[in-house]
């Protein structure tokens, strides 16, 4: 695995080691308050950057192209900036919404490249 591939799956572990701890930290403490920090950073960080990771694995040519690195990086700062986002909203701090609200635009924007980057590349005619 390499470039952007390998990024991303870096990338997943790193999501999946910080939602885990996060799950043990609520199940330790019997506060489930960032449930749904925990959920979006297992399934919007880990899943998500993991299945890219492979995506780009599979499709080397396509991840070599400078769209696939705006892609990582795009979808990297955009996603790290809702989990702690997320997190302090959820510990009661309303005034970061803004910030939440503009890196899940982000987050989204993100996804919506994966598609137009994906699909042209899964549909074309071999």
């Given at each position: 695995?390499?470039?952007v591939a390998r990024n991303f799956f870096t990338l997943a572990v790193i999501y999946?080691?910080?939602?885990?701890a996060l799950g043990?930290?609520?199940?330790?403490t019997n506060d489930h308050g960032q449930m749904p920090t925990h959920a979006?950073?297992?399934v919007a960080g880990w899943?998500?950057?993991a299945v890219f990771a492979f995506f780009y694995h599979l499709?080397?040519?396509?991840g070599q192209k400078t769209i696939a690195v705006v892609h990582f990086w795009l979808t990297a700062i955009?996603?790290?900036?809702l989990m702690i986002g997320l997190y302090f909203e959820l510990a009661g701090h309303p005034e970061i919404e803004p910030v939440l609200g503009s890196a899940s635009i982000g987050f989204y924007a993100g996804m919506l490249l994966f598609a137009f980057i994906s699909l042209p590349a899964v549909w074309k005619k071999a």
């Open positions: 695995m390499q470039g999946a080691l910080c939602g885990m043990l930290h609520m199940a330790i979006h950073t297992m899943l998500m950057s499709f080397p040519a396509v955009s996603g790290i900036v």
